[in-house]
């Protein structure tokens, strides 16, 4: 059964750059056909895609949010990362790492970042 | 961007009724490329509908999606105590690819 964790740092200091990374266990993240998502949930809000990076190393982006995300893939780690840049209190949020196809299954369980001084 | 609205913000119903929830398109989204979720609070989202018909994996035959084009609907025919949650509708662009949800429709007990 595939399983998503996400971790790193919960408190980040505003324009300082967000680092968490999602481990994949139980199938490996170069199984070609998906693609490997970054969504985000502000405190009581809705989901806000981030953008994803395929198997192949293709990334996309929301393009709201293109010019401060970095995703990239650690395949001998099975993990993948994500970095958003130059972070404001508008970024806190839980953020959530899951696998794409036709819909996003399964998710991580989320981990709550805090943009703060 | 393609924009989702999702209706009735909220939905108030008793178990054992029927639910109808509502996405509307700004523009047309191919029906391969609509999901619906469902969040309690404290979770990560479920997927419950891809393609815009077809269940999950592990999903009660009670949730059905339907609709294409513009208007798609998720539907609960039996509301059980459970189902009682958020649910997101989310289209996929492929062109440049896009990924947007839904506002959320708060589905409580009446």
């Known amino acids: 059964q595939l399983q998503l964790q996400e971790s790193g740092s919960g408190l980040v200091k505003p324009s300082q750059t967000l680092s968490l990374t999602c481990a994949v266990s139980?199938?490996?993240?170069?199984?070609?056909?998906?693609?490997w998502s970054w969504i985000r949930q502000p405190p009581g809000k809705g989901l806000e895609w981030i953008g994803y990076?395929?198997?192949?190393?293709?990334?996309y982006y929301n393009p709201s949010l293109k010019s401060r995300v970095t995703i990239s893939v650690d395949r001998s780690k099975n993990q993948f990362s994500l970095k958003l840049s130059s972070v404001t209190a508008a970024d806190t949020a839980v953020y959530y790492c899951a696998r794409g196809a036709l819909g996003f299954d399964p998710w991580g369980q989320g981990t709550l970042v805090t943009v703060s001084s | 961007e393609i924009v989702l609205t999702q209706s009735p913000g909220t939905l108030s119903l008793s178990p054992g009724e029927r639910a109808t929830l509502s996405c509307r398109a700004s523009?047309?989204?191919?029906?391969?490329?609509l999901a619906w979720y469902q969040q309690k609070p404290g979770q990560a989202p479920r997927l419950l509908i891809y393609?815009?018909?077809s269940r999950a994996t592990g999903i009660p035959d009670r949730f059905s999606g339907s609709g294409s084009g513009t208007d798609f609907t998720l539907t609960i025919s039996r509301l059980e105590p459970e189902d009682f949650a958020v649910y997101y509708c989310?289209?996929?662009?492929?062109?440049?690819?896009?990924?947007?949800f839904g506002q959320g429709t708060r589905l409580e007990i009446k």
């Open positions: 989310q289209q996929y662009g492929s062109s440049p690819p896009w990924i947007t």
């Open positions: 393609g815009a018909s």
């Open positions: 523009q047309s989204v191919s029906s391969s490329y």
């Open positions: 990076i395929y198997h192949s190393g293709s990334t």
């Open positions: 139980g199938g490996s993240i170069s199984s070609g056909g998906y693609s």
